[in-house]
Nanobody
């Protein structure tokens, strides 16, 4: 199976930045588009960003556009989420996930049902 391990979470003041990393291992990982989701306490898991494995396309939820950037390094089998101008409402456990497809488009990027493998999550806390 594909194993995903997130890192880079922590405590940051509002307006600060963090970069999350998701390191992948396992066969045929390059076939998967990747996504980031987050889950705040007492709420459901929500889509944050997604990227095709070749980096040709990326998608973001409206509330993070202009602040977050998803990227990948194929040589390192790693996907990143650069988070700038963080807000308290960004506080959540952040999960990386591998899509069923190499490329995701339309609805195939945005639902938890579109992703086959999941990491354990990393906590991001933004204080005010």
């Amino acid at each position: 199976q594909v194993q995903l391990v997130e890192s880079g979470g922590g405590l940051v003041q509002a307006g600060g930045s963090l970069r999350l990393s998701c390191a992948a291992s396992g066969r045929t990982f390059s076939r998967y588009a990747m996504g980031w989701f987050r889950q705040a306490s007492g709420k459901g898991r929500e889509f944050v960003a997604a990227i095709s494995w070749n980096g040709y396309s990326a998608y973001y939820r409206d509330s993070v556009k202009g602040r977050f950037t998803i990227s990948r390094d194929n040589a390192k089998n790693t996907v990143y989420l650069q988070m700038n101008s963080l807000k308290p409402e960004d506080t959540a456990v952040y999960y990386c996930a591998a899509n069923f497809r190499e490329y995701c488009s339309g609805d195939g990027c945005f639902s938890t049902d579109d992703y086959r493998y999941w990491g354990q999550g990393t906590q991001v806390t933004v204080s005010s």
